[in-house]
């Protein structure tokens, strides 16, 4: 299946460690993103790369930090995990500016 | 950062009503997009709109480009039970370097 595919899809994890949340597209596609969805459903953009270069990054602590290996994949690492990373994190990809296709979630529950 | 304007919050319709939402911008947008979203699932593309004006149709869904690019709307007709999700509209506005911005969105209730 030709598809954005993240795992794991859930992550129940203690305040302070580390973890991370893998994404691969076999679509194609030159950039991929990372959106952080809130308990109230809003969707923040946290980064974007293309071809391999970082192309968008907001306003996130330094504690998440992107990693892409190859166009096909976009890795998301974090570390010192607090109560508040709790959310549903969502790898999407692109080809150009067309729409953007996204993956199924990662819901993050950190205690 | 930048907002979408998305009405209403939420909707609760008996089936096979019609069903409309819209979204409103600050700033102008040169892509518009309307995506569902179901329990535990991404968000998936519904209609994407590229022009000022344009009226787009999918299946019982349309959707339209505001003439300011400022706005647009999504009907959904003769609504059915697995329309229930969460419908978000999107933007891209010029230079943005392909950072959408979404609306809040609305989820919809579909009674039988």
């Known amino acids: 299946d030709t598809a954005v595919s993240q795992t794991p899809k859930y992550l129940v994890t203690q305040m302070g460690n580390d973890k991370s949340i893998k994404c691969e597209q076999n679509l194609g596609h030159d950039t991929m993103y990372w959106y952080k969805q809130d308990s109230k459903k809003f969707l923040k953009i946290m980064f974007s790369?293309?071809?391999?270069?970082?192309?968008i990054n907001e306003t996130v602590p330094n504690r998440f930090s992107p990693k892409s290996p190859d166009k096909a994949h976009l890795n998301l690492h974090i570390n010192s995990l607090e109560l508040g990373d709790s959310a549903v994190y969502f790898c999407?990809?692109?080809?150009?500016?067309?729409?953007?296709?996204f993956g199924n979630g990662t819901r993050l529950t950190v205690t | 950062g930048q907002q979408l304007n998305q009405s209403p919050q939420s909707m609760f319709i008996q089936e096979g009503e019609d069903v409309s939402m819209n979204c409103t911008s600050s700033?102008?947008?040169?892509?518009w997009l309307w995506y569902k979203q179901d329990p535990g699932e991404g968000p998936v593309l519904l209609i994407a709109l590229y022009k000022a004006g344009e009226l787009t149709s999918n299946g019982r869904l349309t959707a339209q480009f505001g003439i300011t690019r400022k706005d647009s709307f999504l009907n959904i007709s003769a609504s059915i039970p697995s329309d229930v999700g969460i419908y978000f509209c999107?933007?891209?506005?010029?230079?943005?370097?392909?950072?959408?911005?979404f609306g809040s969105g609305t989820q919809l209730t579909v009674l039988p």
């Open positions: 999107a933007g891209l506005n010029p230079g943005s370097a392909r950072q959408l911005t």
């Open positions: 700033s102008i947008f040169n892509t």
């Open positions: 999407a990809s692109s080809q150009e500016r067309a729409p953007l296709h």
């Open positions: 790369y293309n071809n391999k270069e970082l192309i």
